[in-house]
Each structure stands twice: as C-alpha cells, then as structure tokens.
T-cell receptor, first 108, second 116 residues
Framework: SQQGEEDPQALSIQEGENATMNCSYK?????LQWYRQNSGRGLVHLILIRSNEREKHSGRLRVTLDTSKKSSSLLITASRAADTASYFCARAGGKLIFGQGTELSVKP | DAGVIQSPRHEVTEMGQEVTLRCKPI?????LFWYRQTMMRGLELLIYFNNNVPIDDSGMPEDRFSAKMPNASFSTLKIQPSEPRDSAVYFCASSFYGTASYNEQFFGPGTRLTVL
C-alpha cells in the first residue's frame, strides 16, 4: 500500500509526559506533513518537513525525517489534556496521502 | 478570513436521493480537495482541482459521484443516487501552492452524511 503505516494506533499518557508517534512510508516524497484532528472537527496542519530536512521544531512539537529509512516521528513534549486528538502524517509525492492516524489520549 | 466553509454540516437522506455538498475555499487558494473519512478506510482523497480545473479524480469511487468547481470560490460534490455505504464525513480542503508544491492544506469542518 502507498499509505504506509503509523504507530502506535493508540497512545494513552499522563499530562506532562512526552508523546511520540511514528510514520513509515514506501515511496519517495516531496515533503511530509503532520495534522491533528479533534473529535468531530476538520484536520489542522501542524508542521511540514521537506525531504531535504532532518528535523524541525514548532513550539512543543519536534518532527524528524529519515528518508533512508522512509520514516518520520512526531514528538509532543510536556503533553497537556488539550493535546488529546488524532494525529495524522501525510506523505506528499504525487498526491498528499494520509495515514490511518494515531489516537492520543492525555489524561489530566 | 473565515477559513474553508462547508455546507450543510449534517445531512440525513434516504437511499436513492441526490445529495449535494458545498464548499467555499479560502480566498486566493489555487487548489481544492475533496476527501471522505470513514472508520474503515480512513481519509481518502476523492478529487482535486487546480485553478478550478479537475486534475485527478481517480479517487472518486464510482460514477454516482461527481464534482464541479464553476469558479474559484465555490465547489460542489454530488452523489446521485446515494447509498448507505456513502455514509461518511466529507471534507473539503484548500491550499495555495503557487510555485511551491504540496503546501499545507486547510480543512473545512466537514459534512457528516448519513444515508438511510
């Protein structure tokens, strides 16, 4: 499948802990993007990392990209209850293809 | 800017009826995308437009689905006739690529369609 995989499918942590989500893909990419979706809402863009970049930061978010392993990770540091949502990676190459997502639950 | 606007937010219809979903993209954006989200299949790209022209409709499930973009500020996704398996949340998204490619997409709130 062109979509690749995200893991874990679900993640439950306590407030203040870090959350790491992984994304793997199979074809070459132009860039890789991460989105968040709160329950019942549309997706919101978080961060974009280009194929020639290895790491990018935005506030409490850190994204890494390893094109040799065809994988990316999203780290949310010092998580908050408001971070509870589904997180999707989207591979851009020909089209923007979304993964199945990771459901993150942050308990207060 | 109000963001991407979709209407209706919820639609309940009976099998066989025609359904029309509407989308107003962000002003100035040159790409518009229609997606469908279900628990089983996740988020699927149905069709996308560049400067009002359909570029790739390979994700449209069958001939019952059609999409149009008559101008830069309006697009429709039509299902005729609708079937229960079309029940899903349909999202419209827009983006400005310009000379770049695959920039971030801005999603609307979605239309939750239920076909009885």
């Amino acid at each position: 499948s062109q979509q690749g995989e995200e893991d874990p499918q679900a993640l439950s942590i306590q407030e203040g802990e870090n959350a790491t989500m992984n994304c793997s893909y199979k074809t070459s990419i132009n860039n890789l993007q991460w989105y968040r979706q709160n329950s019942g809402r549309g997706l919101v863009h978080l961060i974009l990392i280009r194929s020639n970049e290895r790491e990018k930061h935005s506030g409490r978010l850190r994204v890494t990209l390893d094109t040799s392993k065809k994988s990316s990770s999203l780290l949310i540091t010092a998580s908050r209850a408001a971070d509870t949502a589904s997180y999707f990676c989207a591979r851009a190459g020909g089209k923007l293809i979304f993964g199945q997502g990771t459901e993150l639950s942050v308990k207060p | 800017d109000a963001g991407v606007i979709q209407s209706p937010r919820h639609e309940v219809t009976e099998m066989g009826q025609e359904v029309t979903l509407r989308c107003k993209p962000i002003s100035g954006h040159d790409y518009l995308f229609w997606y469908r989200q279900t628990m089983m299949r996740g988020l699927e790209l149905l069709i996308y437009f560049n400067n009002n022209v359909p570029i790739d409709d390979s994700g449209m499930p069958e001939d019952r689905f059609s999409a149009k973009m008559p101008n830069a500020s309006f697009s429709t996704l039509k299902i005729q006739p609708s079937e229960p398996r079309d029940s899903a949340v349909y999202f419209c998204a827009s983006s400005f690529y310009g000379t770049a490619s695959y920039n971030e997409q801005f999603f609307g709130p979605g239309t939750r369609l239920t076909v009885l």
